[in-house]
């Protein structure tokens, strides 16, 4: 038997045991980047055989965790591709306040910097009390982590960077407060988020949404996965409702494309048609 194809079955059993003992489905997530992870899990751990972590999956909670973890993307930031949220702010925002109430899912949140953006932006155009957002990420910590909305200064000088080129209307500054070299986000921003656990693989669709929120998160998924996770988007979303997705990922090639029409292509901002 080839190595290849050991490490294929070494693979296979281990995202088994993950699903069946712990619900975590990574099955259908792109082969080549999970593999990468998986690597240096294994270096991490000093394991030999990535079939190693199996027994650990099944009995060693702790291990589990941080495996989670390394396999959860979380790489994000506040106000993430500037022109992105200019276009919000110009586009969708004006026909989204036409709504007496708007409903925002914000899927594969990760550690919260996007939200809190989006939360910036409705609060700067007079509209945040007037929409709920849900924050979802399939990762626990990720989720802690964007509850407290405690990030590094360093991290909030790019962040001020990123809002200013988004055509943002106050100072930065205004939105956080700064101690130990940390910026902990104001409170008061967080007053109509709901973050909570939900996986994108397994779980169900959020009903009546007006805007749906998935940057960067497809692209680790293979296009049966992403195929599944379109069709949950298309039935969580409001006729007229929007979709929005990361730079490099597209509903051009899927299922739901005849649905949905195109506001921005260059930024994968789409709007669903009414039925015909």
């Known amino acids: 038997?080839?190595?290849?194809?050991?490490?294929?079955?070494?693979?296979?059993?281990?995202?088994?045991?993950?699903?069946?003992?712990?619900?975590?489905?990574?099955?259908?997530?792109?082969?080549?980047?999970?593999?990468?992870?998986?690597?240096?899990?294994?270096?991490?751990?000093?394991l030999q055989h990535i079939s190693?972590?199996?027994?650990?999956?099944?009995y060693d909670e702790a291990f589990t965790n941080q495996l989670l973890l390394d396999l959860s993307v979380t790489?994000?930031?506040?106000?993430?591709?500037?022109?992105?949220?200019?276009?919000?702010?110009?586009?969708?925002?004006?026909?989204?306040?036409t709504y007496p109430f708007v409903k925002i899912w914000h899927a594969g949140c990760a550690t919260g910097e996007e939200v809190y953006s989006m939360a910036i932006l409705l609060e700067e155009e007079g509209f945040y009390d007037r929409v709920q957002i849900y924050a979802t990420d399939i990762n626990q910590e990720s989720l802690h982590i964007a509850q407290e909305g405690i990030y590094s200064l360093e991290n909030i000088r790019k962040f001020t960077?990123?809002?200013?080129?988004?055509?943002?209307?106050?100072?930065?500054?205004?939105?956080?407060?700064?101690?130990?070299?940390?910026?902990?986000i104001n409170e008061d921003l967080k007053r109509n988020i709901v973050f909570s656990q939900h996986n994108l693989a397994t779980d169900q669709a959020f009903g009546e949404m007006h805007l749906i929120i998935c940057r960067n998160v497809l692209i680790y998924f293979d296009k049966q996965l992403q195929n599944q996770v379109f069709q949950l988007f298309n039935s969580s979303l409001v006729s007229r409702g929007f979709?929005?997705?990361?730079?490099?990922e597209s509903?051009?090639?899927?299922?739901?494309?005849?649905?949905?029409?195109?506001?921005?292509?260059?930024?994968?901002i789409y709007?669903?048609?009414?039925?015909?």
């Open 1 to 46: 038997m080839s190595d290849k194809l050991s490490e294929k079955i070494e693979i296979d059993l281990l995202l088994d045991a993950i699903f069946q003992r712990h619900g975590y489905d990574f099955r259908n997530y792109a082969r080549s980047s999970l593999m990468r992870r998986l690597h240096y899990v294994r270096q991490k751990n000093s």
């Open 52 to 58: 190693d972590m199996i027994p650990k999956v099944l």
């Open 75 to 97: 790489v994000t930031e506040m106000f993430r591709d500037p022109e992105f949220f200019a276009e919000l702010r110009k586009q969708v925002i004006p026909l989204l306040m």
């Open 161 to 184: 960077s990123n809002y200013q080129k988004s055509g943002g209307k106050s100072s930065f500054s205004d939105y956080y407060h700064a101690k130990y070299q940390m910026g902990k």
């Open 243 to 248: 979709l929005c997705v990361g730079s490099k």
């Open 251 to 268: 509903i051009e090639f899927s299922e739901i494309n005849p649905y949905f029409e195109a506001l921005s292509s260059k930024w994968r």
């Open 271 to 276: 709007r669903k048609q009414l039925p015909k």
